[in-house]
């Protein structure tokens, strides 16, 4: 679905969120709301002509089987264009070349055969995939995630698109799901272009991501399973699941118990040798990296007994200039989450810092970014209060946006509000004056679900290490 938690520094363990410290926030400068719940992640393009990015965000509700993707004006909120579908939209939207011109399109997927290529500047629909709905799952088409763009595979100057498809949530936990499929779709119109069962034959729900090694050999990682049945995290060359599905795709991560690989892995190169390698946090609380060469493991710290739907994000805490990677685990089987254990992690595998935050839920992938212009990375966190998550909806559900500062791993609180939240903020410099914002969608209790965008009073770094859903480059990689 995008999920995806000792102490040495800051406050002690259980004190909860700190609320007199931290930068100022901003109200402004808007927030809109949606009667549809969004779970989908905010991405940033540029829909109209007045040089501020836009955000666009799907949206949709399981139980009512509705659902579609808005975009909304950078600078002032307004509704720009909506695409309406008939089941909830989970995936996040992708930019892709889908009709050989000049502009951008985007994907964007959903729950039962909910795929939609999109016009980003006129919200004009260019395709749909079908069969959807019942129908799909009539055919064997499920949940359809975040995809990636492979560029031209067939010479019509279109994208090809890499999917995954699977999941039916109709289904009772712990029983037998229908199998989930690893899938190429033609940009043009969405056909198949290839699509292969996953090897063992279990459902998935993990938004595939690509990388290179040395050779030039395009790798596939995906995953299999879910949240009560198991998988693993499996990778295959380019090449031969096109040629030959993926009879050949080698396992990188063996389930530890009956839960699968949910959330995307992150890529980055940890050990200098030139290649991505595999950062994974599966949901059943394994945590590792993966040498992107040979698949050897290069680090594990597992942290079972909890749960994650969020995937690694990819920062920067000291000054050596090697990646760092942070993860958050929920303590509790969803939806009884109360707790989380939150983790850093040096490039060469040293455990920087383990904290568990009694009382909050963290659902939505940490953020890196640096705020306060020390070069290095704070983390951004998004926190529910860690209660029955079904009950919550009827409950105030205080949520916090949180700071880590990771000089001493002290938190601070830099909003508190009602609501909860599913899907991962974005921070991104929309008008580019040189400051960032912060772009969040939560549901607010008789209020329905807001998107807001905030200042985050903080200059625009070097780089941005994890700014959102997927990373710096929308496709899992780190910057290099």
Same mark, same amino acid.
């Given at each position: 679905?995008?999920?995806?938690?000792?102490?040495?520094?800051?406050?002690?363990?259980?004190?909860?969120?700190?609320?007199? !410290?931290?930068? #100022?926030?901003?109200?402004?400068?808007? #927030?809109?709301?949606?009667?549809?719940?969004?779970?989908?992640?905010?991405?940033?393009?540029?829909?109209?002509?007045?040089?501020?990015?836009?955000?666009?965000?799907?949206?949709?509700?399981?139980?009512?089987?509705?659902?579609?993707?808005? !975009?909304?004006?950078?600078?002032?909120?307004?509704?720009?264009?909506?695409?309406?579908?008939?089941?909830?939209?989970?995936?996040?939207?992708?930019?892709?070349?889908?009709?050989?011109?000049?502009? +951008?399109?985007?994907?964007?997927?959903?729950? @039962?055969?909910?795929?939609?290529?999109?016009?980003?500047?006129?919200?004009?629909?260019?395709?749909?995939?079908?069969?959807?709905?019942? &129908?799909?799952?009539?055919?064997?088409?499920?949940?359809?995630?975040?995809?990636?763009?492979?560029?031209?595979?067939?010479?019509? =100057?279109?994208?090809? =698109?890499?999917?995954?498809?699977?999941?039916?949530?109709?289904? &009772?936990?712990?029983?037998?799901?229908?199998?989930?499929?690893?899938?190429?779709?033609?940009?043009?119109?969405?056909?198949?272009?290839?699509?292969?069962?996953?090897?063992?034959?279990?459902?998935?729900?993990?938004?595939?991501?690509?990388?290179?090694?040395?050779?030039?050999?395009?790798?596939?990682?995906?995953?299999?399973?879910?949240?009560?049945?198991?998988?693993?995290?499996?990778?295959?060359?380019?090449?031969?699941?096109?040629?030959?599905?993926?009879?050949? !795709?080698?396992?990188?991560?063996?389930?530890?118990?009956?839960?699968?690989?949910?959330?995307?892995?992150?890529?980055?190169?940890?050990?200098?040798?030139?290649?991505?390698?595999?950062?994974?946090?599966?949901?059943?609380?394994?945590?590792?990296?993966?040498?992107?060469?040979?698949?050897?493991?290069?680090?594990?710290? &597992?942290?079972?007994?909890?749960?994650?739907?969020?995937?690694?994000?990819?920062?920067?805490?000291?000054?050596?200039?090697?990646?760092?990677?942070?993860?958050?685990?929920? +303590?509790?089987?969803?939806?009884?989450?109360?707790?989380?254990? =939150?983790?850093?992690?040096?490039? &060469?595998?040293?455990?920087?810092?383990?904290?568990?935050?009694?009382?909050?839920?963290?659902?939505?992938?940490?953020?890196?970014?640096?705020?306060?212009?020390?070069?290095?990375?704070?983390?951004?966190?998004?926190?529910?209060?860690?209660?029955?998550?079904?009950?919550?909806?009827?409950?105030?559900?205080?949520?916090? =946006?949180?700071?880590?500062?990771?000089?001493?791993?002290?938190?601070?609180?830099?909003?508190?509000?009602?609501?909860?939240?599913?899907?991962?903020?974005?921070?991104?410099?929309?008008?580019?004056?040189?400051?960032? #914002?912060?772009?969040?969608?939560?549901? +607010?209790?008789?209020?329905?679900?807001?998107?807001?965008?905030?200042?985050? +009073?903080?200059?625009?770094?070097?780089?941005?290490?994890?700014?959102?859903?997927?990373?710096?480059?929308? @496709?899992?990689?780190?910057?290099?």
């Amino acid at each position: 679905m995008d999920a995806a938690v000792a102490h040495d520094g800051g406050p002690a363990a259980d004190a909860g969120p700190a609320s007199d !410290a931290g930068p #100022e926030p901003v109200t402004g400068p808007w #927030e809109v709301n949606r009667r549809q719940p969004m779970v989908s992640s905010p991405r940033a393009f540029h829909v109209n002509d007045d040089g501020i990015l836009d955000v666009v965000i799907g949206r949709g509700s399981e139980f009512d089987e509705n659902g579609g993707v808005d !975009a909304f004006s950078g600078g002032d909120g307004q509704l720009l264009w909506s695409v309406d579908g008939d089941q909830e939209m989970v995936g996040t939207a992708s930019p892709a070349e889908l009709d050989g011109d000049e502009g +951008q399109e985007l994907v964007i997927g959903g729950r @039962n055969g909910e795929l939609h290529g999109i016009d980003v500047a006129t919200g004009e629909r260019l395709w749909r995939w079908s069969p959807f709905g019942q &129908d799909g799952k009539d055919a064997g088409w499920y949940n359809f995630y975040t995809c990636q763009s492979l560029g031209d595979l067939d010479g019509d =100057l279109v994208d090809e =698109l890499l999917c995954a498809n699977g999941g039916d949530s109709a289904i &009772d936990p712990f029983q037998a799901r229908p199998p989930g499929h690893l899938t190429v779709l033609s940009g043009a119109d969405g056909s198949v272009y290839r699509s292969a069962v996953m090897p063992d034959g279990a459902e998935t729900y993990m938004s595939p991501v690509v990388f290179r090694r040395r050779d030039g050999t395009q790798v596939v990682v995906f995953g299999s399973g879910g949240e009560t049945l198991a998988g693993s995290l499996w990778w295959i060359p380019m090449t031969e699941f096109l040629e030959a599905g993926l009879a050949a !795709a080698e396992e990188l991560m063996a389930p530890a118990n009956f839960r699968g690989a949910i959330a995307p892995p992150s890529l980055a190169d940890l050990n200098g040798d030139g290649t991505l390698d595999v950062i994974v946090a599966f949901f059943d609380g394994q945590f590792a990296a993966f040498d992107g060469e040979t698949g050897a493991e290069l680090w594990r710290f &597992d942290e079972l007994g909890t749960e994650t739907q969020a995937s690694p994000a990819v920062c920067h805490f000291n000054a050596d200039g090697e990646a760092d990677v942070f993860a958050s685990f929920a +303590q509790g089987v969803f939806p009884n989450w109360r707790g989380t254990v =939150l983790k850093a992690v040096s490039a &060469d595998g040293q455990l920087l810092h383990r904290e568990i935050l009694e009382d909050l839920v963290i659902i939505a992938t940490p953020l890196c970014a640096d705020l306060d212009g020390d070069g290095l990375d704070e983390v951004f966190l998004s926190a529910n209060t860690g209660q029955d998550l079904e009950a919550g909806f009827g409950g105030p559900m205080p949520h916090f =946006l949180l700071i880590m500062n990771p000089v001493d791993w002290s938190i601070t609180t830099w909003l508190e509000q009602e609501g909860m939240t599913f899907s991962t903020p974005l921070i991104a410099d929309l008008d580019a004056d040189g400051q960032l #914002e912060l772009i969040s969608a939560r549901y +607010q209790r008789r209020a329905g679900w807001r998107l807001a965008r905030r200042d985050l +009073q903080a200059v625009v770094p070097e780089r941005l290490s994890w700014p959102g859903y997927l990373g710096p480059l929308l @496709n899992g990689r780190a910057h290099p």
